[in-house]
């Protein structure tokens, strides 16, 4: 063989070297933003440089993989959604200290479930893994009671806060996405209104024959205790009261 068909040779093979290399890379970028999501591009725009973001995220993905997580049990689940019922229900009364507890439920339930909920950095770190989606919700809603606690908050803020960690609680607690959607996308405005009782879909509540039925409350219609209306006046409004 000529000296000119090996070197063609050797040429041909690192390129199809670099070749495979370079797909690989594009690849694992790809599941990456996949993953993360928009937790992705704030890394990659806090750090200025990508293969750094990608690097910190795929070292996030190594230590989850380290952590013993695991699911609620039913009894655990059913305990921490009356806890969370609760918190809700609490909302009109006290929002900003409804707003503290329901941060430090879902903390509870992280590390129920083997997540590193004593340091916020390493919990949220541990959370984008599998709740990137969430996980700038949940940052919002902890800057929000940060500020609650020296009263820079305004009572839509709180509750805006109450729906974002409904959101992640819902998620740690695995609440069928049915579950979820009630209510969570819709906020009251501050004022309030009369409006009717909007009819619930029996079949988007339906829960399966194995799991503990839970009923929750939506932050947004949480209402003080009323009288009863007349048996013959069903479609008289009731007044919803907010915090």
Known sequence: ????????????????????AIGAFEMRR???RQQFGPEYDRLVSETGNRRQAEAELANRQRRVAKLDIRPLSQEENARY?????AIQER???APTESVTEAGTLISTVMRARGYPADDHTEAEDALSVDHAPTLARYREARAISSRAGDGGATTDDLRNAMLHYRELFHELVEVPGDGRARGSDTV???DTTDAAP???DPASTAVPATETPVTEAPIESVTRDAPAAPAGDAASPQRSTRG
């Open 81 to 85: 959604q009356g806890e969370w019922n």
């Open 188 to 190: 009251a405005p501050t």
């Open 1 to 20: 063989m000529s000296t000119g068909a090996v070197v063609v040779i050797v040429v041909v093979i690192v390129v199809v070297i670099a070749a495979l």
């Open 91 to 93: 909302f009109v009364d």
């Open 30 to 32: 790809r599941r990456l």
């Open 198 to 200: 909007a009819a619930t």
